[in-house]
């Protein structure tokens, strides 16, 4: 069953580090099988939400998405994620 990393962008503190992180997410993420499916500021259709942009990453499953996640060649990518927004990230089985 696939399994869903969703991160929700509130803020981004440091563009320059963010770009960092980009130039390296997108290969270390397909390295790991994972496939990027969208990557966007979200349309809000009820509620309220600081969300600046969500990003969703299909996996083959919980495990390999948990394998990419803690890996030791995403840790340093995470690291500048983390230093360059405030969000939260999300791991969501499929159905």
Same mark, same amino acid.
């Given at each position: =069953?696939?399994?869903?990393?969703?991160?929700? +962008?509130?803020? +981004?503190? @440091?563009?320059?580090?963010?770009?960092?992180?980009?130039?390296?997410?997108?290969?270390?993420?397909?390295?790991?099988?994972?496939?990027? $499916?969208?990557?966007?500021?979200?349309?809000?259709?009820?509620?309220?939400?600081?969300? /600046?942009?969500?990003?969703? +990453?299909?996996?083959? %499953? =919980?495990?390999? $998405? %948990?394998?990419?996640?803690?890996?030791?060649?995403?840790?340093?990518?995470?690291?500048?994620?983390?230093?360059?927004?405030?969000? /939260?990230?999300?791991?969501? @089985?499929?159905?």
């Amino acid at each position: =069953m696939s399994a869903y990393f969703i991160a929700k +962008v509130s803020a +981004v503190t @440091d563009p320059d580090k963010l770009k960092e992180y980009g130039a390296g997410a997108g290969p270390n993420i397909q390295s790991h099988g994972g496939k990027t $499916l969208a990557a966007a500021p979200p349309g809000l259709l009820n509620g309220e939400s600081d969300a /600046i942009r969500l990003v969703i +990453v299909e996996f083959e %499953n =919980m495990d390999a $998405l %948990n394998s990419w996640y803690n890996s030791d060649d995403y840790k340093p990518l995470l690291e500048l994620r983390r230093a360059a927004t405030e969000g /939260i990230d999300f791991a969501l @089985d499929g159905m």
